[in-house]
């Protein structure tokens, strides 16, 4: 009995052993299996991934080949365009050539017919030898200028001919190579809220908070039915843009009073300033200026936040610099000074809520206090005639500022709104009495009042120009300033019988 009782046992250990090791080969068949299914699947998505390379890198090359191919044609084209000129010019060297040849024998056949005449006039004997030689000279001096005159005039009309063309290609050449995005000109900037009951913390007990927010930032804080939304309102872009910061940082971290709306003020205002002179840098790097004076670099960074009829001050100068200078190349003059006019010709539009006057002038003085050339200096005070051009780079600048400006899409206002602007401008100053015309010029950057003497005296021509000025102010929204000159004329006239 106890050996059959052994033997069963061991044969249970046995089967079970079995079972262990059919359990574990069935168990490393199958990881086997999932060990070679993942194989394939990640051999199949290396091929997969190799292909999708492939597809990649053959896509590349081909757009790498086709703008080799674009920039080999237009090399072809420009060196077509390059020998037909050269070609043109010497056929116009060949043209004169023939002509200075036509003169000399022209010269040599009027010589001849001198001698002829000499002689016929000594035969005669009508004329001494020196009153013949004096009317011979005459003459021939007649003569010679008459067609000297036709060849000088054919010459002047071919060259401008060719000078017409030239700067029309060159300008199209510079308008077609240069385009920068535009923004719309505000004078409002739209904060969003989290909610409308934020609305209420930023008032404040009895207004404390908004009254602390615009006494610190000079920004009027509208708040009214808009939902989740407020308005900031400041002429100055600076100020504004460092107020809608400050509001943002605010309102993100909850904690609005008059003591914490300083801290943020503070803090952003630095900010701007350093954003201002990294966008000032990134625009020297772009034009490719290496020099120019920490303050002038720190105001053109401010005009990235500036806008004129709805474009953008700061890639208006570019635009301006880079046409600029592509102008001068063609023309063969040094790029660099034209360059460096045009990216500074409205420096001054960063002052001008700061310093009365012109921006062209405000920006001159500007650029000598901090050691432009003469010729800068000069682009910039004269680009819009408050001072006439006297250098090829002022000329260029005033082309460049144009171009920029009136190129369309470049600047928001439509011819009708500009008409409707001037004519409220001479319509607020025709209202006064005593005025008897009225003009506006420079684009309305000025508006001339002409008064009756007799009616208007000294003091209230005074009164007269601060009363449009004030109205202008409130009633008009325009960029810069805008010059009220009243013009008090008397005159005496008299007939002598």
């Not at 574990?24 to 299914?37: D, S």
């Not at 896509?59 to 191919?69: P, S």
């Not at 005159?149 to 401008?160: C, K, M, N």
């Not at 009633?475 to 005496?492: D, F, H, K, M, N």
């Amino acid at each position: 009995m106890g050996i059959a009782l052994g033997t069963g046992s061991v044969l249970t250990v046995v089967a079970a052993s079995v079972t262990v090791v059919v359990v574990a080969a069935l168990t490393a068949f199958a990881l086997l299996l999932r060990l070679r299914a993942e194989r394939e699947r990640l051999r199949t998505a290396a091929e997969r991934e190799a292909r999708e390379i492939r597809a990649t890198a053959k896509e590349e090359v081909r757009e790498i080949r086709a703008d080799l191919e674009r920039r080999e044609q237009r090399l072809i084209d420009r060196e077509t365009r390059i020998d037909a000129e050269s070609e043109q010019l010497h056929r116009r060297r060949r043209e004169l050539a023939d002509e200075r040849d036509e003169l000399d024998r022209r010269r040599a056949e009027v010589n001849r017919l001198e001698d002829e005449r000499r002689a016929i006039l000594e035969r005669v004997a009508v004329y001494t030898a020196a009153e013949a030689r004096g009317d011979l000279v005459r003459s021939v001096e007649q003569q010679a200028k008459r067609e000297a005159a036709l060849i000088v005039r054919d010459i002047e009309r071919a060259a401008r001919d060719r000078g017409e063309e030239r700067a029309r290609r060159i300008v199209a050449a510079a308008i077609q190579r240069v385009a920068t995005e535009q923004t719309a000109e505000s004078v409002v900037s739209v904060l969003q809220l989290p909610g409308d009951d934020m609305k209420g913390r930023i008032i404040g007990r009895e207004g404390r908070n908004i009254r602390a927010f615009e006494a610190i930032t000079g920004v009027n804080l509208i708040i009214d039915d808009t939902p989740e939304a407020v308005l900031l309102s400041c002429f100055d872009p600076v100020r504004r843009e460092v107020a809608r910061l400050s509001l943002d940082a605010l309102v993100i971290d909850g904690r609005i009073h008059p003591h914490r709306i300083e801290e943020v003020y503070e803090r952003k205002v630095a900010e701007v300033e350093q954003s201002c002179v990294r966008h000032g840098e990134d625009a020297l790097t772009e034009v490719g200026i290496t020099d120019m004076h920490p303050e002038l670099v720190t105001l053109l960074g401010r005009l990235r936040y500036r806008t004129s009829y709805g474009q953008n001050v700061l890639g208006h100068l570019l635009e301006s610099a880079h046409i600029a200078g592509m102008m001068a190349a063609e023309l063969g003059v040094e790029p660099a000074p034209v360059k460096r006019g045009s990216l500074l010709h409205d420096i001054g539009k960063a002052l001008t809520h700061e310093v009365e006057g012109s921006h062209a002038l405000i920006g001159a003085d500007l650029a000598r206090r901090h050691g432009e050339s003469e010729d800068v200096v000069h682009a910039i005070e004269a680009h819009h005639n408050e001072v006439d051009p006297r250098t090829v780079e002022a000329v260029l600048t005033q082309a460049a500022d144009a171009i920029s400006g009136g190129r369309p899409g470049a600047r928001r206002e439509s011819l009708e709104s500009y008409v409707r602007r001037l004519k409220r401008l001479e319509q607020i100053a025709a209202a006064h009495p005593g005025v008897v015309k009225v003009f506006a010029m420079q684009a309305g950057r000025e508006v001339r009042v002409m008064v009756r003497p007799d009616d208007v005296d000294d003091i209230q021509a005074q009164v007269i120009a601060r009363d449009v000025a004030k109205q202008v102010e409130e009633e008009l929204t325009y960029p810069g300033q805008i010059r009220i000159t009243v013009v008090r004329e008397s005159r005496a006239t008299e007939f002598a019988r």
